[in-house]
């Protein structure tokens, strides 16, 4: 248990400070020029990261969970921090105090992932390794918000020309917005941990849909990178969110084996 302690809190502090670091970087960018005191503070936050993922080295699976404990608590004070900031930050925006090519709903997004970051090292930190059944659907709510979220901003960030890509992350929007409403009405229903098969095809159907989303990103980044697609998506994140598509299929995966392993 302690090994597994561990390694779950390295995984993610890897993948997530990361995530942080890049948000960090497209706020920055999305500032008018004028807003140095908030591109300063976004810039400042990449600095905070690097140095968390440049401790993370010093880490590995045979660690003692006491230090891992105290490094989870450091970040967590970060992630905290940089929530802060971006809920600062969104303020600001629907007040017009400041204009910047940042929507609300990605500055909104990027502090969802932040407060999701800050939770999952304090349940860590609590010993909650095991999901429960409400905590996978509770999960895939989460991540299914995500993935229609990246939809309406590759949409948005796409040239309009690119007519027939802006339809297809239309259609990918509009899907994620169902299973994230259908993970709601099963979240409301409350099953037990006696019903796995009904958990089972609600995590195979959500699989389904992750998959095709994350092909059309790794499409749309390759595509990108060879500047084969007119847009304004910045290469790093169109790996960003293909990277957070193939995160969400390893938890689906995670959370199956747990269910097959629960009632085997």
Not at 18 to 24: G, N, T, V
Request: charged fraction near 25%; proline fraction near 3%; hydrophobic fraction near 40%.
């Amino acid at each position: 248990m302690a090994n597994e302690f561990v390694s779950r809190s390295l995984d993610e502090i890897r993948f997530w400070s990361r995530i942080m670091k890049e948000h960090s970087l497209f706020l920055s960018l999305g500032f008018s020029s004028d807003d140095i005191k908030l591109i300063d503070e976004a810039k400042q936050f990449i600095t905070v990261f690097e140095r968390i993922e440049e401790q993370l080295n010093r880490f590995s699976v045979s660690s003692d969970p006491q230090q891992v404990k105290a490094f989870n608590n450091q970040v967590y004070q970060s992630v905290a921090s940089i929530w802060a900031y971006k809920r600062k930050v969104l303020g600001l925006t629907l007040r017009c105090e400041v204009l910047s090519n940042n929507y609300p709903l990605l500055i909104d997004h990027t502090s969802r992932e932040a407060a999701y970051f800050a939770n999952r090292l304090k349940e860590l930190n609590e010993g909650k390794l095991v999901p429960l059944p409400e905590a996978i659907i509770q999960e895939n709510v989460f991540f299914l918000k995500i993935m229609a979220d990246h939809a309406k901003f590759i949409g948005h960030l796409l040239d309009p020309s690119e007519r027939k890509l802006v339809d297809q992350a239309r259609e990918f929007s509009h899907d994620f917005d169902q299973l994230m409403y259908q993970a709601i009405d099963l979240d409301h229903m409350k099953p037990e941990s006696e019903t796995p098969a009904l958990l089972g095809q609600f995590l195979d159907q959500n699989r389904v849909s992750v998959v095709s989303l994350r092909d059309f990103k790794k499409t749309a980044r390759d595509l990108i990178e060879a500047c084969r697609i007119k847009s304004n998506i910045h290469p790093l994140l169109a790996d960003h969110v293909f990277r957070e598509a193939e995160r969400f299929i390893e938890i689906i995966d995670m959370f199956e084996g747990h269910l097959q392993n629960s009632h085997g």
